[in-house]
Each structure stands twice: as structure tokens, then as C-alpha cells.
């Protein structure tokens, strides 16, 4: 009983140190791994498996991001006792900042009015950031006290009642109470009543850094900085400049608050969130199942798992401006015993056939491989999945972290 004790304690602290290393992904997708030490204007320091710090050149990177998930939750009751005239809940804006705060709906976030006053902004309470304001432009959603984290692709405005009542139309202010119109007819609801509010803004993307904390914030940073030692290396504290706050202001971040950062959003395209375009069954199948795609909220910088179960061949619609794609391809857990699946990727330009391509054949005694493609100049992706040997039950394959290279040009 002991030994099993230890072993499960010695499993546990394995994960554990797995989800806090730190994944460091280069211009060509490469990536090294390593404790997060810390980062200055020029370079990022991380420790490697020997202990040994190193530097990374930070204009060379893309991303560093570790495997811990930290959702973002409304702020507890004690905080909002602590808040009279606001609503606790969870922003979320077009270029992929995550915010828990609250929602001011009475006194401005300086004392001036109320705060349903300007129809084109709302304004905002984050314990991180401060007060600030946000156009509606720019806002995706808005989960107010406990509302779940889901967001739809919609075309109309979408409010959220908490009776379960759903209104579509056009969201024209939000404050104290929220305006909406329904067709021709315009709607007022008290702000009390309202669950959460999805608007129709078109995401961005942005170049300044994104920063993912263990509060479940994800917040944009001007300026990031180690307050470290004369030789580079951190010393576990950093000057940060968050976009959101107001001019001039600034404050300390521990470097173990940090779950990831996104040095170039702009940069980087997550495979799960590109549309499949095609989906068809092989090996004389009438169908197939369609491809199960991890939620991006929980995945770690938004690199969604695809697991494929086939035999299928699956086609995306890559980015524009695609320069690189890189994925591990895995197993699944279920079936690293007695898998037994070749992978084949493929190109395509807009009106081209698909090339040639790369094929890898995975099985009990190669359960993983890295995949990478050149995509300059491609329009659409081909993964096909079928199996060998025995039966096609042995098509199955899972892209980790699949991610695209974008080019800015």
C-alpha cells in the first residue's frame, strides 16, 4: 500500500511539473521547454532540465505558454459586497483579452455620471487593471455573476436572460439597464435580469503581447519586463504596462502568475479555429464520425486538440497569408496499446489539386511524430487518417497543438 502511495504521490508531482514547464515557440515553430525565469526588453531567460539558465532572443519568439488552465470567473460575493453599483462578471473584447471584473452600472469609473450616460462604451472594474472604458465595438461578450463561458459565431446581437429568455437584434447601450432592439421595437431590461451578452463584433487581431495569468485574465501588455539582476536573470518580479489601464500607470506582476504570453497574436492561428470546408469517409465507408475538437477556452494559448476517428479525410481552409503549420501527431491515450494508423497531410493552393504530401505511420511502438508543412502560397489542408493492418477501428489520430504561422506581409 505504501509503494502504491509513492507511486500515485510521484505520478501526481510528474504532472505537476509537467503543467508548470514552459513551452518556448520560435519563428519556425520549433520549441523548446523549461522553467519560465524571466523575460527582459531583449531576451527571455528560462531553466532547462539541468538546471542551467538560458537565454532565448525574444525578438525571435512567437509564444511561451505552460499547460495550466486557469478559467475566468466572476469575482466572489465578498468582492462584490465590496462593490456596491456594480455587477461581477467576465468581459471579453475582439483581440482576445479576458477580463474578470465588474460591470459598472451606476457611478462612472471616476465619479462622472452614470454610467449608461455614452450608449457606445460600457465601462469596467478589473482588481488587475483598475477602471477603464471599452467602445461596444470591441466587445464579444459579457458573463455576468455565474454565467457559463460559451460563445456562438452569431450574426445579431444575443442577450441572455437569467428566466432563460433569449433576445436577438441590436445592443444599444449597457449600464444600468440594457438596450436592445428587437426588429423595430426597442427593448429595456434591467440590467439585474440580464445572464450574459454576446455582440456580433468582428474578432482583431492584435501585435501587442497577450499575456494568460492564473486569475484566468488575458490581458494585453504594452510593456513586459523583468525588474531582474545585473546579469539578465529575473528576479521572480516584472514592471508590466497593461493596454486597458490609463496612461502613465504600471504595475508588478510575479513571474508565477503567468501561465502564457502570446508575444505576436497576429502571428499565430490556432488550427481548431479554422473551418472545415470538407469531411468524407474512406476505406468504402458511407460515413464517418466528424472530428471532435477540444473547446479553444481550454486549451492552453487556445491550441485546441483534433482527434480523428476514420478512416476520414478531413480538409480546413487554411489563414490567409499561411507560412508554416506544425502538430504532434499522437495516438489517442485509448488507443496507444494497439493503434495502428497512417496519417497522411496535404496541400492545396486555391484552385490546385492537392500535392503529394507527407505520410507517417504510427503505431504501439511510435505513438507520436511531429508534422511539419511549408503552407506559403496554400490554401486548404488535407489530414487523412486510415488504418492497417487488422481492421480500420485503427484509424485514429490526435493533432496536439496544431498551430499556423502567419505571415504579416
Known amino acids: 500500500m505504501l509503494a502504491m502511495v509513492m507511486v500515485a504521490g510521484l505520478a501526481a508531482g510528474a504532472r505537476a511539473e509537467e503543467s508548470d514547464r514552459f513551452h518556448f515557440i520560435d519563428r519556425d515553430l520549433l520549441r523548446v521547454s523549461g522553467e519560465l525565469v524571466g523575460i527582459g526588453e531583449k531576451s527571455v531567460q528560462y531553466r532547462d532540465a539541468t538546471g542551467r539558465v538560458r537565454s532565448l532572443e525574444r525578438a525571435k519568439l512567437l509564444a511561451a505558454y505552460s499547460r495550466r488552465h486557469h478559467g475566468a470567473a466572476a469575482p466572489t460575493a465578498v468582492a462584490v459586497a465590496e462593490a456596491p453599483g456594480e455587477i461581477a462578471g467576465v468581459l471579453r473584447l475582439s483581440d482576445g483579452q479576458l477580463v474578470p471584473g465588474f460591470l459598472v452600472t451606476s457611478a462612472g469609473v471616476k465619479g462622472e455620471g452614470d454610467a449608461k450616460a455614452n450608449s457606445d462604451t460600457i465601462r469596467w472594474r478589473s482588481r488587475r487593471v483598475g477602471g477603464f472604458e471599452s467602445a461596444l465595438d470591441r466587445v464579444v461578450w459579457i458573463g455576468l455573476n455565474d454565467a457559463p463561458r460559451v460563445f456562438e459565431a452569431a450574426k445579431t446581437?444575443?442577450?441572455?436572460?437569467?428566466?432563460?429568455?433569449?433576445?436577438?437584434?441590436?445592443?444599444?447601450?449597457?449600464?444600468?439597464?440594457?438596450?436592445?432592439?428587437?426588429?423595430?421595437?426597442?427593448?429595456?431590461?434591467?440590467?439585474?435580469?440580464?445572464?450574459?451578452?454576446?455582440?456580433?463584433?468582428?474578432?482583431?487581431?492584435?501585435?501587442?503581447?497577450?499575456?494568460?495569468?492564473?486569475?484566468?485574465?488575458?490581458?494585453?501588455?504594452?510593456?513586459?519586463?523583468?525588474?531582474?539582476?545585473?546579469?539578465?536573470?529575473?528576479?521572480?518580479?516584472?514592471?508590466?504596462?497593461?493596454?486597458?489601464a490609463g496612461e502613465g500607470s504600471s504595475g508588478v506582476l510575479d513571474v508565477g502568475a503567468i501561465d502564457a504570453i502570446v508575444f505576436e497574436p497576429a502571428s499565430l492561428v490556432a488550427l481548431a479555429?479554422?473551418?472545415?470546408?470538407?469531411?468524407?469517409?474512406?476505406?468504402?465507408?458511407?460515413?464517418?464520425?466528424?472530428?471532435?475538437?477540444?473547446s479553444l477556452e481550454?486549451?492552453?494559448?487556445?491550441?485546441?486538440?483534433?482527434?480523428?476517428?476514420?478512416?476520414?479525410?478531413?480538409?480546413?481552409?487554411?489563414?490567409?497569408?499561411?507560412?508554416?503549420?506544425?502538430?504532434?501527431?499522437?495516438?489517442?491515450?485509448?488507443?496507444?496499446?494497439?493503434?495502428?494508423?497512417?496519417v497522411t497531410a496535404s496541400l492545396a493552393a486555391k484552385t490546385g489539386a492537392f500535392g503529394k504530401g507527407q505520410t507517417f505511420e504510427l503505431s504501439a511502438d511510435r505513438s507520436e511524430?511531429?508534422?511539419?508543412?511549408?503552407?506559403?502560397?496554400?490554401?486548404?489542408?488535407?489530414?487523412?487518417?486510415?488504418?492497417?493492418?487488422?481492421?480500420?477501428?485503427?484509424?485514429?489520430?490526435?493533432?496536439?497543438?496544431?498551430?499556423?504561422?502567419?505571415?504579416?506581409?
Open 273 to 294: 479555429s479554422c473551418p472545415i470546408v470538407k469531411q468524407e469517409a474512406l476505406g468504402g465507408r458511407r460515413w464517418a464520425p466528424s472530428p471532435e475538437v477540444q
Open 157 to 244: 446581437d444575443v442577450v441572455l436572460l437569467s428566466n432563460a429568455d433569449r433576445l436577438e437584434g441590436f445592443v444599444e447601450s449597457i449600464g444600468s439597464e440594457l438596450v436592445i432592439e428587437v426588429g423595430s421595437t426597442k427593448n429595456t431590461v434591467p440590467i439585474e435580469r440580464v445572464a450574459s451578452i454576446q455582440l456580433s463584433s468582428k474578432a482583431v487581431r492584435s501585435d501587442t503581447p497577450l499575456v494568460s495569468l492564473s486569475d484566468g485574465s488575458v490581458l494585453a501588455a504594452r510593456q513586459l519586463a523583468s525588474t531582474g539582476t545585473a546579469s539578465g536573470v529575473g528576479a521572480g518580479a516584472m514592471t508590466v504596462v497593461w493596454s486597458l
Open 298 to 342: 481550454d486549451a492552453p494559448i487556445g491550441l485546441a486538440t483534433v482527434t480523428l476517428s476514420g478512416p476520414i479525410a478531413v480538409e480546413w481552409k487554411l489563414p490567409v497569408n499561411a507560412k508554416r503549420l506544425r502538430a504532434t501527431l499522437a495516438l489517442p491515450e485509448a488507443s496507444k496499446a494497439w493503434g495502428n494508423t497512417t
Open 369 to 409: 511524430v511531429e508534422l511539419g508543412i511549408e503552407c506559403t502560397g496554400m490554401e486548404r489542408l488535407r489530414i487523412e487518417v486510415v488504418g492497417r493492418g487488422y481492421d480500420q477501428v485503427q484509424a485514429n489520430v490526435a493533432l496536439l497543438e496544431p498551430l499556423v504561422l502567419v505571415s504579416k506581409e
